[in-house]
């Protein structure tokens, strides 16, 4: 995935990138050549760092339908030269999506794109998954012959036929199918056996039965190298799908190790726990400090300060992974005593893990101190990083009214349209200008529970826009049910209230 480059935030095209109530608003005040241009760019050059969480097809398919845009630019990009060489789904997928609203608009070229590019197409999946939500059945009658294509005759393009009917998004198109392709309906019949089967002989990967062995396992070879019988110096044969030697295969094997240690630790074993948290082998360490942590054992907190000062990068990333997830009145003083600058560690990782603790579960009082971790991170790192969320989310549930000024460069800022949001909801409880100000572009916001949230909040007087807006969205079929029953409750007490 390409790391998009976003425009600023005071341009049509950043507002649309970020997916900002602003730039649907901006982009119908604008000349119309400039607006469709913006829209295609971002549509086109998808703008989401993580389109797992960030919405953008729903906002998007507004606003062409607004303009009333032509499909020319997204119909070349389905069909550059790239689709021919790459089957990325970040390229196409935000396209696809897009076009699956408007085919539920009525746009009929928007329908007839998608089974053109589901018959013939890279990321035939996923125009599949929109036409399956969307077309009637005798579309999906005329695709099936093309997209049984897709699967190469033989055993393995019938395995592969099995694997994806069984992971299929939306069933519907293969059940309509199987009537008429007997290929289909031997795959449909076949899958469930295929999973029973796999389920059935998914081997077990189990360390000695000792504290001394499971801490050693951590240490290991590959996941899949030890077998019951490995500390027997009987190790099993690798197989080529297990897990790698890699960071992230070393964390599992880690967090295995310590859930098994609660199985087979006895009181006396505390002391060789204790060691191998303090001075053992990276894997046995980390095993050791998480089984500590989630026994609640007193000198847990003594040892999660000492690895988060360790040279090996590793032993810290685990250590204030293990702060994040603890919680208690003796973890909140430590963590105050961390987090506050007059330490002289505040700008640490141990002090930065410590302030999102504090966002998390602290108290009232702690709400100076994540204020001015919010204004620290801002101010080294920028609108960015996975951890502001967490900040933001702490400010308002402390209620810090002293967040609002960056709350509100937040969210004016954010690349990202969840961290947008997180900033609207902590605004919505600390800003007491947020029902006229931010909740009015809210309504107008890529994120479902950013518009939800502004319909709860916002102003209904004031602004002569914002009753129309309540209006259009309880009319819109595509939106969320969540949205609507918040639209409508706010439209019925304004008529209460005019009444």
Do not use: K
Request: charged share 30%.
């Amino acid at each position: 995935m390409f790391e998009p480059v976003i425009a600023p935030s005071a341009s049509l095209l950043g507002l649309l990138q970020r997916g900002r109530g602003d730039g649907q608003l901006h982009a119908l005040a604008a000349d119309r050549a400039e607006a469709i241009a913006a829209l295609e760019e971002c549509v086109t050059r998808d703008p989401r760092a993580d389109w797992q969480v960030e919405s953008r097809s729903l906002y998007y398919a507004r606003l062409y339908m607004e303009l009333e845009a032509p499909l020319d630019g997204i119909e070349d990009h389905l069909h550059s030269a790239e689709d021919l060489v790459s089957d990325d789904e970040s390229r196409t997928g935000l396209v696809l999506s897009v076009l699956g609203h408007l085919a539920a608009y009525g746009r009929r070229d928007a329908l007839l794109m998608l089974r053109e590019y589901a018959a013939t197409g890279a990321n035939w999946a996923w125009a599949l998954d929109e036409l399956a939500l969307r077309d009637d059945d005798r579309g999906l009658l005329l695709l099936g012959t093309a997209v049984l294509d897709h699967f190469a005759p033989g055993p393995e393009g019938d395995a592969e036929l099995r694997e994806f009917i069984r992971n299929a998004y939306e069933p519907r198109p293969w059940r309509l199918w199987a009537a008429y392709h007997p290929r289909v309906a031997a795959a449909s019949e076949q899958s469930p056996f295929d999973l029973w089967q796999r389920q059935l002989n998914r081997g077990g990967v189990t360390p000695g039965w000792s504290t001394t062995d499971v801490l050693a396992w951590a240490d290991q070879g590959r996941l899949g190298d030890l077998g019951a019988d490995a500390f027997l110096s009987r190790p099993e044969p690798v197989r080529a799908d297990e897990d790698g030697p890699g960071p992230d295969a070393v964390d599992r094997r880690a967090a295995a190790a310590a859930r098994c240690l609660t199985a087979v630790v006895r009181p006396e074993d505390r002391p060789l726990l204790l060691e191998a948290a303090r001075d053992g082998l990276p894997g046995a360490r980390r095993a050791a400090l998480r089984y500590l942590v989630d026994q609640h054992d007193p000198a847990a907190l003594e040892l999660i300060e000492a690895a988060a000062a360790d040279v090996d990068d590793r032993i810290v990333r685990a250590a204030l992974e293990l702060l994040g997830r603890m919680r208690g009145p003796e973890v909140l003083v430590q963590a105050r005593r961390w987090a506050d600058p007059a330490s002289g560690g505040a700008d640490s990782a141990l002090g930065e893990t410590a302030v999102r603790l504090l966002a998390d579960a602290g108290e009232p009082a702690d709400a100076p101190l994540v204020v001015a971790g919010l204004r620290r991170w801002i101010s080294v790192r920028g609108v960015s990083g996975t951890g502001l969320g967490s900040l933001v989310d702490g400010a308002g549930r402390l209620a810090a009214a002293d967040a609002v000024p960056v709350l509100r460069h937040i969210y004016g800022e954010a690349a990202s349209s969840e961290l947008r949001g997180r900033a609207a909801r902590a605004l919505a409880v600390t800003d007491v200008h947020f029902p006229e100000g931010p909740a009015v572009e809210c309504l107008w916001d890529c994120e479902e529970s950013t518009r939800e949230l502004a319909a709860r909040h916002v102003a209904t007087t004031g602004d002569a826009r914002v009753l129309e807006r309540l209006r259009r969205l309880a009319a819109d079929p595509a939106e969320e049910a969540e949205v609507h029953a918040a639209v409508r409750g706010r439209l019925t007490a304004a008529r209460e209230f005019g009444r």
